[in-house]
């Protein structure tokens, strides 16, 4: 579990440099969203609003402590988990037992391996999951 917090890094050849900014922190689930467009995993929301993400695991619920939060009825206050799988060794979704299901194009799933370009479905909300390249360093 401690390596799902060091799951991103540069890619070969490019510069480093701090281009981060801290996002809006709320306790413990607190993330560092990334300004650099070219950098972490994306959610793009329905309204066009993206989110970067530089680091595993992402929780999504309608409640304030998840590290993306749905103001929608239709979404769980705890609905789903985007981590890396050691196992398969690729990004995954899963589905924390929520009332509503979750979909990857618009197939229910349990769990599922996530490819870049593709659509979640979380109760009546969807997002566009996006995967700039950067890969597991272990």
């Not at 799951?7 to 306790?27: C, M, V």
């Not at 929301?45 to 103001?71: C, K, M, Q, W």
């Amino acid at each position: 579990m401690a390596r799902l917090g060091k799951l991103f890094g540069r890619k070969p050849g490019e510069p480093s440099g701090d281009k981060s900014q801290t996002s809006k922190q709320t306790g413990d689930s607190a993330r560092r969203a990334v300004n650099n467009s070219e950098f972490g995993l994306k959610l793009i929301l329905e309204n066009g609003e993206t989110r970067t993400f530089a680091s595993l695991p992402i929780s999504i619920g309608r409640a304030e402590p998840n590290d993306l939060v749905l103001a929608d009825d239709t979404v769980s206050a705890n609905h789903a988990l985007i981590y890396y799988d050691e196992n398969v060794k690729e990004i995954c979704i899963v589905d924390l037992d929520s009332l509503n299901g979750v979909t990857v194009e618009d197939q229910l799933t349990r769990k599922n391996v996530l490819r870049d370009g593709v659509r979640i479905g979380l109760g009546k909300s969807n997002l566009i999951f996006r995967d700039t390249g950067y890969i597991h360093p272990g």
